[in-house]
């Protein structure tokens, strides 16, 4: 039976983080909790989002409904609208009548920073417009549900803690597309506007090709629901470890304890044995981590997303992608490709396994705390932490064998490839999804290139293309493999741009036009959609401002964390 009432999803409610973690012991107990503010101690922050006025539905995902065993019907129900418009006040039943939000700690390639917390003590960086409101069990699967925008919490910074609708279409429609192309994700349920609020932020002028924004516009606000299986993240298991570190307070390390018991509990206890002691339990968690966030990132690199802000408070410990801030996908293949102005080039598409390592050294550094005393413990703990570069190797070696249909890794056939996709100045995903077919020539690799092919180039790309064909063996099953890893879809934003500015505009049909082609990106489309979908980016979108790069302004943030 689908849940199709509102009240029959409020029965679901069962919230393993409020019932097993500690409260900031200074919050109030109502949630009406909406100043910047320090927050010394406890896991939360009990708060109420602040709703949208005269909210309108723009999109929701079927996919996620579905696996939720939720009815579509829904969404004519007046209280679940409510509720994830961010008015509390419809909870019911077994609900809280508040969500909460969380602190983390901020480190950037293995750096920590309290600068840009106001207060300069870390203890005011956390969920600045991200408000979790529920947490249940669906089909058997527990969720946390997350309002993005759901307006300012005691870690805001002054900021209002909205989101536009420019960034929520881009985070809903991309989490769409990377959960298509299976790429571990947070997901988005619901995404709705109000055209009776909107918040003013730096943007770029039509037809701008300024590296920074140059007009300031008046956005539309909206909400996105995220969903995942949790929102803790290695920030906050840093945010501990430092305060256990420095005896932050009488119960730091017990803090600390509690966070990293939560986490195995609600990403990892299928995996790690509940009645082994937690010096054990801790290093198998060390272990399963370090193997998923390095075959998260070898994900990334496959399908070409750049995180673009790959900070420690951006990396989910359930080794999932999290945040959809600045992200983009490579189209014109560039290993320094960067979408953020703000990122620079520690964070570009092929420095992700540096940045992952980075985040990875911090999450053992939070751990440490807890092996106190055992010497064994913290010798295995860091050598699992010396490994993540050899492991991210042959994570990184495995997917780029599947890209090319190959049985093993051939590191100079690789290499070589690379740099000829440079030099050809290729687009990524086209290249890729042509080679994917098993051509004799480079003729038919030519569409994916942004330039025309000198006949130097062409030679040296005929000589490799002989090469690789000769280590393939069944041409047929070759490409028959390749065309599972190497979508024929890719994330363009000169393509997305269009959908939010017409949904600004009351218009969510090419919204609705972007989920279905990014619903199987792996499938060839229809002529009709790869006419527009399936093509090389325009030169005119090459240098434009909000489509080829964009500022930290952009995720709409301004001043506000998470």
């Known amino acids: 039976m689908l849940t199709s009432s509102f009240a029959e999803f409020a029965g679901?409610?069962?919230?393993?983080?409020?019932?097993?973690?500690?409260?900031?012991?200074?919050?109030?107990?109502?949630?009406?909790?909406?100043?910047?503010?320090?927050?010394?101690?406890?896991?939360?922050?009990?708060?109420?989002?602040?709703?949208?006025?005269?909210?309108?539905?723009?999109?929701?995902?079927?996919?996620?409904?579905?696996?939720?065993?939720l009815s579509e019907q829904l969404l004519d129900d007046p209280a679940f609208i409510r509720f994830f418009s961010g008015d509390s006040s419809a909870a019911t039943g077994p609900m809280?009548?508040?969500?909460?939000?969380?602190?983390?700690?901020?480190?950037?390639?293995?750096?920590?920073?309290?600068?840009?917390?106001?207060?300069?003590?870390?203890?005011?960086?956390?969920?600045g417009r991200a408000i979790s409101v529920f947490e249940g069990l669906f089909n058997g699967q527990r969720?946390?549900?997350?309002?993005?925008?759901?307006?300012?919490?005691?870690?805001?910074?002054?900021?209002?803690?909205?989101?536009?609708?420019?960034?929520?279409?881009?985070?809903?429609?991309?989490?769409?597309?990377?959960?298509?192309?299976?790429?571990?994700?947070?997901r988005s349920l619901t995404l709705l506007v109000s055209h009776a609020e909107t918040v003013r932020r730096p943007w770029y002028a039509p037809?701008?090709?300024?590296?920074?924004?140059?007009?300031?516009?008046?956005?539309?606000?909206?909400?996105?629901?995220r969903v995942a299986p949790s929102f803790l993240r290695v920030?906050?298991?840093?945010?501990?470890?430092?305060?256990?570190?420095?005896?932050?307070?009488?119960?730091?390390?017990?803090?600390?304890?509690?966070?990293?018991?939560?986490?195995?509990?609600?990403n990892y206890r299928a995996e790690i044995n509940a009645s082994l002691p937690l010096q054990e339990q801790v290093l198998e968690l060390a272990r399963l981590f370090r193997g998923r966030l390095t075959a998260l990132v070898a994900q990334w690199m496959r399908v070409g997303y750049c995180q673009g802000n790959?900070?420690?408070?951006?990396?989910?410990?359930?080794?999932?992608?999290?945040?959809?801030?600045?992200?983009?996908?490579?189209?014109?293949?560039?290993?320094?490709?960067?979408?953020?102005?703000?990122?620079?080039?520690h964070f570009c598409f092929f420095n992700q396994p540096a940045a992952a390592e980075a985040n990875y050294g911090m999450f053992c550094t939070a751990m440490r705390p807890l092996l106190e005393g055992n010497a064994t413990a913290l010798e295995q703990l860091d050598a699992l932490r010396d490994g993540f570069a050899n492991a991210m190797a042959q994570q990184l070696e495995v997917m780029w064998a599947s890209k090319l249909g190959l049985s093993h890794y051939d590191a100079e056939l690789v290499q070589q490839l690379l740099q000829l996709l440079v030099n050809?100045?290729?687009?990524?995903?086209l290249f890729f999804r042509r080679l994917s077919a098993i051509p004799d020539t480079v003729e038919a690799l030519k569409p994916s290139f942004y330039v025309p092919c000198s006949s130097d180039l062409e030679t040296q790309l005929q000589a490799w293309l002989e090469r690789w064909r000769q280590q393939l063996g069944d041409a047929a099953a070759a490409s028959a493999a390749m065309r599972r890893v190497n979508p024929a879809i890719t994330w363009r934003e000169w393509l997305v741009a269009p959908a939010y500015e017409q949904a600004a505009a009351g218009?969510?049909?090419?919204?609705?036009?972007?989920?279905?082609?990014?619903?199987?990106?792996?499938?060839?489309?229809?002529?009709a959609l790869a006419a527009t979908y399936d093509r090389l980016r325009p030169r005119e979108f090459f240098n434009a401002g909000g489509v080829s790069h964009y500022s930290c302004s952009s995720r709409s943030e301004e001043h506000t964390s998470e």
Request: proline letters at 8%.
């Open 12 to 69: 679901q409610a069962d919230y393993s983080l409020l019932n097993t973690l500690q409260p900031d012991p200074q919050a109030t107990a109502d949630g009406r909790d909406h100043r910047p503010r320090q927050v010394r101690s406890g896991h939360y922050v009990p708060v109420t989002a602040t709703p949208l006025p005269d909210p309108t539905y723009v999109a929701h995902s079927t996919a996620l409904f579905a696996e939720l065993g």
């Open 507 to 527: 218009d969510t049909r090419l919204i609705q036009e972007l989920q279905a082609v990014f619903r199987d990106p792996y499938a060839e489309p229809p002529a």
């Open 310 to 345: 790959f900070n420690s408070d951006n990396c989910a410990a359930g080794g999932y992608t999290l945040d959809y801030g600045p992200f983009g996908f490579c189209e014109l293949f560039e290993p320094r490709f960067q979408p953020w102005t703000g990122g620079g080039e």
């Open 143 to 186: 969720w946390e549900l997350q309002l993005k925008g759901g307006g300012p919490t005691p870690y805001c910074r002054g900021a209002d803690g909205r989101a536009v609708l420019r960034s929520s279409v881009r985070e809903f429609l991309a989490q769409e597309l990377m959960h298509a192309l299976g790429v571990p994700t947070s």
């Open 424 to 429: 050809a100045r290729a687009d990524y995903t």
């Open 207 to 225: 037809h701008s090709s300024s590296y920074d924004p140059d007009v300031m516009v008046d956005n539309p606000a909206a909400i996105t629901t």
């Open 235 to 266: 920030g906050q298991l840093e945010l501990f470890g430092r305060r256990a570190r420095s005896n932050a307070h009488p119960a730091a390390l017990r803090e600390l304890q509690q966070i990293t018991e939560h986490l195995i509990a609600r």
């Open 96 to 127: 809280r009548p508040y969500g909460w939000a969380t602190g983390y700690a901020l480190s950037i390639y293995g750096t920590e920073y309290i600068q840009q917390c106001p207060f300069g003590t870390g203890n005011g960086y956390g969920d």
